[in-house]
Each structure stands twice: as structure tokens, then as C-alpha cells.
């Protein structure tokens, strides 16, 4: 019972959150956190050679700078694609696209709670409806994707 509510929780609060905020923000702000990331590894070394930096706590700063940059730069992109989409009244558009993107979150939230409980709890996951299902649906999807 108890791990039934956290599940149709964690799918509604994505559904919602997702509607709310657009399908084009939620791919920003995965894309931003990888462009960060590739930023960073690629021109932290070169930035500290420029700026003659020799490892440690210094160069730590320059990638949290790079990183920070990175995303920025993949963030205001999408704020203006965003923009660009409600400008051509595609915003409904853009909203059931995060809506869709929300409900994947919300039910990949779901299935790693329902995985917690059923290592940790096992007694809460076999007393759920809906773990079962889930896990079940998790599978047959994996299975169809690794085909």
C-alpha cells in the first residue's frame, strides 16, 4: 500500500512537472549536463596550461567553471527554442512533449523506488499492486530495446 502511493506519486509529480515546464526544457537540461561535462574534460587542461595552472584544487575550479559555462550556454539555447516554439504557438506542442518526457521520469523514479523496497523491504514490495506490474513492464520494455 505504502509502496503504491510513492509509485502513482513519483509518476504524477513527473506528468505534472513535465507539462509544466515542456518537453524542450527537460532535453535542455539533460543535454546542458553532457555538454558541461565534455566541455569541461575537454578544455580544463588547456585552460590551466593557458593560465599556467598546475593541477590540484586550482584546475578543480577551472572545470567547475567550464562545466558551469557549458551548461549555461545549452540552457539559454534551449530557453530560446523554447521561446521561439510558444512564439509560433507550438507551445501545446512543447508542453505534451514534457508531459510524455515527465511521465517516463516519473515512472523510471517509480521503478527504482520499487527496486529499493524490494531489496530492502521486501514485505512493503510484495504488499504493492502495482511494484509487480511495473517491474514486469520494465522488463518487456528492456527485453524489446535490447532486441
Do not use: W
Not at 68 to 91: E, Q, S
Not at 110 to 139: G, M, T, W
Amino acid at each position: 500500500m505504502v509502496l503504491d502511493f510513492l509509485i502513482l506519486i513519483f509518476i504524477i509529480i513527473g506528468a505534472g512537472y513535465g507539462l509544466m515546464v515542456g518537453g524542450v526544457k527537460q532535453i535542455f537540461s539533460i543535454l546542458s549536463i553532457i555538454a558541461g561535462f565534455l566541455s569541461a574534460t575537454i578544455l580544463t587542461r588547456p585552460v590551466a596550461e593557458m593560465f599556467k595552472v598546475k593541477g590540484g584544487f586550482p584546475q578543480v575550479v577551472i572545470f567547475l567553471i567550464l562545466f558551469v559555462l557549458g551548461c549555461a550556454v545549452v540552457i539559454y539555447i534551449g530557453k530560446m527554442i523554447r521561446k521561439i516554439l510558444h512564439l509560433m504557438l507550438l507551445g501545446m506542442i512543447d508542453r505534451l512533449l514534457g508531459l510524455l518526457i515527465g511521465l517516463v521520469k516519473g515512472y523510471i523514479g517509480a521503478f527504482i523506488i520499487s527496486l529499493l523496497f524490494l531489496v530492502f523491504k521486501p514485505e512493503l514490495f510484495h504488499q504493492s499492486k502495482l511494484a509487480p506490474y511495473l517491474l514486469n513492464s520494465v522488463k518487456i520494455i528492456l527485453g524489446e530495446i535490447i532486441k
